[in-house]
């Protein structure tokens, strides 16, 4: 699994795709730089809001990138033939697959957190504003949050990968997933509202969403940006209880990946 | 051995730049045509956050962009409109959003968009627990625009605690004050606008609530004198020229906005609610 894990970032780390991703990444946080000037009162906060999107987009994109490089574009090239030739066990190969996904995921997260420091420092030039953002530990508090959000992304992508005899899959609904996760979280926030007093929407879509975040994790539960943007820190149950709820989604996405895995035949 | 140049690659090399140099040059005379500069469209909520994939900060701040980017000196009702619905949603996005409730406390309920105003402000209000400013503004829009200094009062002194420097807090506290002691003055609202003006960073914002801020002094001049009429005849004043005729003003102050002064049915002088017709040609 360590040499699986070692491989995976070696090639993580030497794929184009990565570069372009990260590229993109760095790009971004200099648009998250110029969007404070957009704002008369609070340039600083705004540029952290927008740079806390990219940062979530880019280790999503990134994720999802890494899991086409190393897994399923092994699969399409037949190369994964020979990591299975070794004796050992396939979900091995998986397992250490992601472990290099999760240590590639810390990396660009704490090298876009660290841009995204430095720009919003600069940000706003002499303008004091009245509420200031915090960028100590409630800033790597929610980046770590992101980093979460983008695991369990890439534990999806690569459950699809697992399976799928097509290559862009995994890309494709792992980007869907992500969105729909995402959006989950405001979905169900308007329909808790009465969704604006339309009784019809309520009536049918509420059973849906009851239903469907039994499926799908509510990914905005990992964010936690309003600690750094506004001292509203996330009640320590709230943290608990998502962080439990992306591991064990995680978990079962691994494991279901390794059963599929291991009883699909290569010809 | 010097290669020759190959005629046919000059040639067409030559014509185009001479093709695009000339363009360039006609097209810098025309000016550039678009539909409507400002604000077109609002998606619905759902399509916003879709479109941001998923991420409602980021869905707050396109829109917010949306907003900050529109230029209010050639909005129309119509633009307004769709601003509202936008600052809405912003609201709903992320209510913690500063310039979200401060431009819609500075723009909305001047331009017809009462209703949006106070939502914004009371979705802030009620999420930034830890800033005086939303409440603030909601309460001014009781007391201005709905003529409720009661309502507005109470609105200040929700806004007290919240409030860290002692001096503040009584300031507030005053304010709530005057407004129950005294209720409605012209003269309050436009010291109360043109602190917004001085606390907003310079630029076109500035200068639109100076602009208002100026319209107040106005008809706050206005009032006095037509007071000072009523003492003097016993009577309220039926035009603004009456003011002029009886010496009590050099002028009737033009109104920067456009639509004009004129006398309510107590003889009171007031904004008019529509700018003036076009004189027949």
């Known amino acids: 699994m360590f040499e699986f894990a070692l491989s995976g970032l070696r090639s993580g780390l030497r794929g184009k795709n990565f570069q372009a991703v990260f590229i993109l990444g760095v790009l971004m946080i200099g648009i998250a730089y110029l969007s404070g000037f957009f704002s008369p009162r609070h340039p600083k906060t705004v540029a952290l809001d927008v740079g806390f999107s990219a940062v979530r987009f880019s280790l999503i994109l990134l994720n999802l990138f890494w899991v086409q490089e190393l897994v399923a574009r092994e699969i399409d090239r037949r190369v994964i033939l020979f990591s299975l030739a070794y004796p050992v066990s396939r979900a091995s190969f998986l397992a250490g697959r992601f472990v290099a996904l999760l240590v590639l995921t810390v990396l660009a997260a704490v090298v876009l957190g660290f841009l995204l420091l430095l720009a919003v420092l600069l940000v706003g030039g002499g303008y004091v504003q009245e509420f200031d953002v915090s960028l100590g530990i409630p800033f790597w508090i929610a980046i770590a949050g992101f980093a979460l959000d983008a695991a369990v992304v890439g534990a999806f992508s690569l459950c699809i990968a697992a399976l799928s005899t097509v290559s862009v899959l995994p890309l494709a609904l792992g980007a869907a997933f992500a969105v729909a996760g995402k959006a989950l979280g405001a979905t169900i926030d308007y329909l808790a509202r009465g969704a604006d007093g339309d009784d019809e929407l309520l009536a049918s879509y509420d059973p849906v969403v009851g239903f469907v975040r039994w499926l799908l994790p509510d990914l905005s539960r990992l964010d936690w940006r309003e600690w750094a943007m506004y001292q509203l820190a996330p009640g320590a149950e709230t943290v608990f209880w998502s962080v439990t709820m992306a591991v064990g989604y995680i978990g079962l996405l691994l494991a279901a990946a390794s059963l599929l895995f291991a009883r699909r035949e290569f010809s | ?281």
């Open chain 2, 1 to 281: 051995m010097r290669r020759s140049l190959q005629p046919l690659p000059v040639a067409a090399l030559l014509v185009s730049a001479l093709l695009f140099g000339w363009s360039q040059q006609r097209l810098a005379a025309l000016p550039h045509e678009s539909a409507d500069p400002e604000l077109l469209i609002s998606l619905p909520r759902f399509a916003q956050v879709l479109l941001a994939g998923g991420d409602r900060y980021l869905a707050a701040n396109l829109a917010g962009f949306r907003v900050l980017v529109a230029e209010t000196q050639y909005m129309k009702a119509s633009d307004y409109a769709v601003q509202a619905k936008l600052q809405r949603d912003i609201a709903w996005f992320n209510p913690l959003h500063e310039d979200n409730y401060y431009i819609g406390a500075a723009l909305l309920p001047w331009n017809g968009e009462l209703d949006a105003a106070q939502y914004v402000l009371r979705k802030a209000s009620a999420a930034r627990t830890f800033d005086w400013y939303p409440l603030f503004h909601y309460g001014f829009l009781f007391y201005h625009f709905h003529r409720d200094p009661a309502t507005g009062a109470k609105h200040l002194l929700e806004a007290v605690p919240r409030v860290n420097n002692v001096q503040d807090q009584w300031a507030l506290q005053n304010l709530a004050a005057i407004w129950i002691e005294k209720g409605y003055q012209t003269g309050n609202a436009a010291a109360m606008v043109e602190a917004m003006a001085a606390d907003s960073p310079a630029g076109n914002f500035r200068k639109y609530l100076q602009v208002r801020a100026l319209r107040l002094r106005d008809l706050e001049r206005l009032q006095n004198a037509a007071k000072e009429y009523r003492e003097r005849f016993g009577r309220g004043v039926e035009r603004l020229d009456d003011l002029v005729t009886a010496g009590l003003l050099r002028e009737i102050p033009k109104d920067p906005l456009g639509f004009g002064f004129g006398v309510d049915g107590a003889g009171s002088p007031m904004i008019n609610a529509n700018p003036p017709a076009e004189p027949a040609r």
